[in-house]
């Protein structure tokens, strides 16, 4: 496999670049308009590189515009979601993978099998529901629809996880007078953080993402998150596109530098979800 | 291992209780409601009278309803036949010792950490009728000036072509951790046999990431079936109903016509395809871990 003649070398490099082009052009194009005066947006045939550069789209978005606020509330709501569902998640695994008891393999079953449940399946009950119990329209209905739906695959995740870290631990720590919270607070949970972060990262990157639940559940405008702020752009006459692309680039600077950063994690994480989940 | 009793029992369930609670509060229940309204006739969100299985006949016979399948056919099928040979082709090639290969693969698997209201925008923006690059390039080698989405065909290539871009990182990465299990022995006792190149690859490689290609196929074919942001976002569902798929009209059908009961059929039609493919994936996951 790996004496490789120049030829095939060749075409192995060009069908890389290819595709690397077909994966970054669309973006590269997105900042090049963001960069660009209004009169070379609106310009056709377009031309690639910018022949001026502005700044006036960024700060529109950022000074002139409700986008810094739909910024700030998806990182709350991000992070609020994923440090809860792994609270929920961590506990719910730990029990999974350490007690056993008539029933146990039932609960485990029921928390995982709502991972077949798919969001837009219970999107519509959700939102007659939230309006029912009061709660639509606010943070905490996006939080808890969020959380629940990342809670099955974490607790799967996490569950392997545990399995993998020895027993002995505990017991040892038993013999000592050590309680179960106990074991499971001040000793698995810490040896467990190098799997927590690699699951935490995915779902961080999914609330980040997503749309439909921000759009079905809100209406204020102060509780909008990123992604329905950008959605709006299109629903207004005359699409500004110019700053919709500044603010395309801004909303997704964190997921790609976490990305850039954390590749390696970010493929771990992905391979155990997706195979384990 | 023991069997847990008494007090511990209950320290176990404790454990449990949150994310049972919270899974039976926001996923359990709301199944049960969905069917319970798609039984019935509605206006906004008040039930009229009880129909019985009536919107599902009308689903399965409507014009519309069949066309919604056809389009979530087309729509995960077109995406699964692009994704899965690139996948497997751009994997196999990320997995030979070739200089930069790490920056490919950054390069190449980056699309997978945008979100689908973005990668509608990007590509709204790259197909735009009047300055849209994509347009200037067809109507260099076309000779007219086409609006991609205004086209039944138009329109269905254009979104495909998105879904591709944002969800074959995922086939390709984990073809790639499939790849990088075979021992490089195999492919050289495979040497001394005369096989090489295209035949390696057919009796040595395919075979042994045959599982992994078709847990892909699952997970993505979901994904694909489960969509809605992306075709809300880019098309809409148009022009006309050319690319509302099923999950599209589900989705309208609640928030945007306010018809609770038939939005409600739609996810129920929804939720009994994922089973039916979980179990797939499931029975799969388990031949390959015997």
Known sequence: MQHLTARAKATAYTILILFSAFALVPILWAFGTSLKPENHILQYPPSWLPAEFTWNHYYNVLFRSNFPTYFLNSV?????????????????AYAASRFRFKGMNLLLFLILMTSMIPGIAVLIPLY???????????????????????????????????????????????VDGCSPWRAFYQLILPVSQPGLAASALLSAVYVWNDFLVAFSFTTKDDL?????????????????????????????????????????????????????? | MELTRGKEKWVALAFMAPALLLVAMVSIYPIFVAVNWSLYETSYVQAVRYVGLDNFVALFTSENGVRNMVNSAVYVFSSILLVIPVSVLLAVLLNLKLRFRMLFRTMIILPWVISQTVTALLWKWMINA????????????????????????????????ANVWNTFPLALVLVLA???????????????????????????????????????????????????TLIYVFTGGGPFSATETLSLRAFKE????WNVALGSAFSVILFIFNILLSLIYIRLLRGRAH
């Open chain 1, 76 to 92: 709350m709501v991000t992070a609020i979601s994923i440090v809860v569902s792994l609270f929920i998640a961590s506990h719910a």
């Open chain 1, 128 to 174: 007659l529901i939230s309006v029912k119990v009061g709660i639509y329209d606010t943070f905490l209905v996006m939080i808890l629809i969020y959380t629940a739906w990342r809670t099955p695959m974490l607790t799967w995740v996490l569950k392997g996880f545990f399995d993998a870290i020895p027993r002995e631990i505990e017991e040892a720590a038993k």
């Open chain 1, 224 to 277: 909008r998150l990123l992604s329905v702020g950008l959605y709006n752009y299109i629903t207004q006459y005359g699409i500004n596109w110019g700053q919709l692309m500044a603010a395309v680039i801004i909303s997704i600077l964190p997921v790609v530098a976490l990305f850039i950063g954390l590749q390696s994690k970010f493929v771990d994480g992905l391979s155990v979800g997706a195979v384990k989940g």
């Open chain 2, 130 to 161: 009047n300055y849209g690059p994509i347009t200037y390039m067809l109507e260099q080698i076309a000779g007219i000036k086409t609006d991609l989405l205004s086209t039944s065909p138009g329109a269905n290539l254009s979104l495909i072509i």
């Open chain 2, 178 to 228: 499939a790849l990088q299990t075979i021992p490089s022995e195999l492919y050289e006792a495979g040497r001394v046999d005369g096989a090489s190149g295209w035949k390696s690859f057919f009796h040595i490689t395919l075979p042994l990431i045959r599982p992994t290609i078709m847990v892909a196929i699952i997970t993505l074919s979901l994904e694909y079936f489960n969509m809605v």
């Open chain 2, 254 to 257: 609640g928030f945007d016509y």
